[in-house]
């Protein structure tokens, strides 16, 4: 944690919630939000499933990673990570240093439904996604945990209600 860069960092699964929870708290912070994959996207010019076709995880990732660099590395920032970001140690240091890191959980069968019919999420598309997210859930519930300052559950409030609890919780003030 780093409080004095002002950052937070939102991390979890895919459907946690993390770009919805982010955009609407920093509205209501009145703070700058930032989502890495609509930064990597906007580097790159083409959306993400495009860039999983044409380089494959592996080049996502190290996309991925340069976009984590250089956003910790700056102040004020309301962060939506991928749900894939902790996946490297480094990208683990530069978030757990930077800001203050919230992990936004739920259960795979919650994420299964709310990325269920949904477009844009290519590590779902091959294969039966609850499983999929069953398996991520294993590999990387233990990642989030290390580097989490608040671990969220998100089951049952509303995004609103979410964004509320964690704006009292962190002790946030516009
Ligand atoms: N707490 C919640 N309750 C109900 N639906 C939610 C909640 N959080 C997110 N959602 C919905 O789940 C879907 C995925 O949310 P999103 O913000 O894209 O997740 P992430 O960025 O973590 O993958 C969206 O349709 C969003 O409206
Ligand atoms: O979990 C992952 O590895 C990924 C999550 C996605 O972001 P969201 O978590 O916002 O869906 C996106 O970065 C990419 O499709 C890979
Ligand atoms: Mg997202």
Redesign the pocket.
């Known amino acids: 944690m780093n409080s004095s860069s002002n950052n937070i960092f939102?991390i979890?699964?895919?459907?946690?919630?993390?770009?919805?929870?982010?955009?609407l708290l920093a509205k209501k912070l009145g703070r700058r939000f930032l989502?890495a994959?609509h930064v990597i996207e906007d580097r790159c010019g083409v959306k993400i499933p495009v860039i999983f076709e044409m380089e494959g995880e592996d080049g996502f990732r190290k996309r991925e990673a340069q976009a984590i660099k250089d956003i910790t590395a700056e102040d004020d920032v309301i962060l939506?990570t991928?749900?894939g970001a902790v996946l490297l140690p480094e990208n683990r240091q530069f978030l757990s240093e930077r800001g203050t890191v919230i992990y936004?959980h739920?259960n795979p069968m919650?994420?299964w439904?709310?990325?269920k019919g949904?477009e844009g999420?290519p590590l779902l598309k091959n294969g039966d996604a609850k499983k999929i997210l069953e398996n991520l859930y294993d590999i990387r519930d233990p990642l989030y945990r290390e580097i989490a300052d608040h671990v969220i559950e998100?089951?049952?409030?509303?995004?609103n209600?979410?964004v509320n609890t964690l704006i009292m919780q962190l002790e946030l003030s516009a």
């Not at 998100?154 to 995004?159: A, D, E, I």
């Open positions: 939102l979890g699964l895919m459907g946690a919630g993390k770009s919805t929870v982010g955009k989502d994959d939506a991928g749900g936004l739920a919650e994420l439904h709310r990325t949904g999420r998100t089951g049952k409030p509303s995004v209600q979410l």
